[in-house]
């Protein structure tokens, strides 16, 4: 025999029936020249757990600088 159920009753039975949650989080890398200058990316904290540095542009230096993660405000 096989069950029926309406969504209500799946709702109260606590099956849900939409999409997963994402497993990465949005950080922003901001820039060491002291500009206020940032990018934002998406990382997994569960695959990499040590900090991001990246070597990217800064508009407002007008060259390469090194850009550190920093938590979202």
Same mark, same amino acid.
């Given at each position: 025999m096989r069950?029926?159920?309406d969504?209500?009753?799946?709702?109260?039975?606590g099956v849900s029936m939409g999409?997963? +949650?994402?497993?990465?989080?949005f950080i922003r890398?901001?820039?060491?020249?002291? /500009?206020g200058f940032f990018y934002v990316k998406r990382k997994s904290p569960?695959?990499?757990t040590e +900090?991001?540095?990246f070597r990217k542009y800064d508009p407002w230096?007008?060259?390469? /600088?090194l850009f550190t993660e920093a938590k979202m405000e």
């Open positions: 069950w029926q159920y969504l209500a009753q799946l709702h109260y039975l999409m997963a +949650k994402s497993d990465s989080i890398l901001v820039s060491a020249a002291g /500009t569960w695959k990499m +900090k991001l540095k230096v007008n060259c390469l /600088t």
